[in-house]
């Protein structure tokens, strides 16, 4: 089957999820802003920091319209909905109708997507029309997506030791992007790199902006 066969619109699909919940999102530039998450699973990566389960099988299997179904449930007045994972784009078929039914079933929907920007698929440019704001966090040793790259609001790098910063910012000037960077510590067994030493580099790097998971300080989800 041809990879561009994705159906009719609207046409009954499933998505595999971890799960389906209402928090403030907890980092980058709109870190506070009420949203409901719908965090898909499975990853083309397996990242030792991450926070998210690497289990072998998903929660559940939804139907499309029982997911718009559960987020208009929980959601209240936010239009604000964001897709994470594991790696939305793994299942870029299933994304790709939770998009569409999203955009026709909730008035003002605001779709917010976040990705590692290392997967490649015919499908990624309609993927990139249909959301309003897409967060890339790439990862070091693997090609990133210059679509992606190029499309991002934010690109959000997690940084494990003093070398990430130069080769991450290296990297997005060879990629030209001009947009935010954002400097995201993370924990490899239970430290991280020290914030006075990140301060000290963003002063000299002023394209650069710290971003700190609220939501774990806050002890949310």
Known sequence: MSTFDIGRPGT???IKLDSLFTSIQGEGLNAGVPMTFVR???CNLSCSFCDTRQDEKP???NPIPEVISGINDIRG??????ITGGEPLNQIKGLYYLLFRLRSSIPGVKIFLETNGTIYHPMIPLIIRMVDYITVSPKMGIQWNEDL???AHEVRCPITCAEDLERFDRGLDILD???PRLVSPVL???ESIPINFLVAWLKIHPGWRLSVQIHKLLDIL
Do not use: E, H
């Open 149 to 151: 790259i190029a499309a």
């Open 59 to 61: 929660n559940s299997i």
């Open 177 to 179: 992007y001009t947009g």
């Open 77 to 82: 007045n936010s239009p604000n909905v964001c």
């Open 12 to 14: 009954d699909s499933t």
């Open 40 to 42: 898909l699973w499975g």
């Open 188 to 190: 490899i067994n239970g």
